[in-house]
């Protein structure tokens, strides 16, 4: 099972930008299907965006669609989600997390996830 450690939240205005980063530990990177996460106060964790082992396919929740980009290097045992246009309302912990196949990552049912990155968004 991979360890996964997100970074590269932060405070940014209404419109800007930001890219997280989740590192993963394991030699069997390249054989997990990614996906990224984010509960904002109050609310359930939700799904933002899943990858393949590839890189190839991607899927997006619709309210990130054109906005988000995600990405991973397997070489860094890395995987990325650059967020353009950010609003107000996507103030929230964000979260990374593995599974065999992008179904299993959308599915969001994991045994453990790791500390997030905050990321605040100001109007």
């Known amino acids: 099972q991979l360890q996964l450690v997100e970074s590269g939240g932060g405070l940014v205005q209404a419109g800007g930008s930001l890219r997280l980063s989740c590192a993963a530990s394991?030699?069997?990177?390249?054989?997990?299907?990614m996906g990224w996460f984010r509960q904002a106060p109050g609310k359930e964790r939700e799904f933002v965006a899943a990858i393949g082992w590839t890189g190839a396919n991607t899927y997006y929740a619709d309210s990130v669609k054109g906005r988000f980009t995600i990405s991973r290097d397997n070489a860094k045992n890395t995987v990325y989600l650059k967020m353009n246009s950010l609003k107000p309302e996507e103030t929230a912990v964000y979260y990374c997390n593995s599974g065999a196949t992008i179904a299993a990552v959308m599915g969001g049912r994991f045994g453990s996830w790791g500390q997030g990155t905050q990321v605040t968004v100001s109007s």
């Open positions: 394991g030699r069997t990177f390249s054989s997990y299907a």
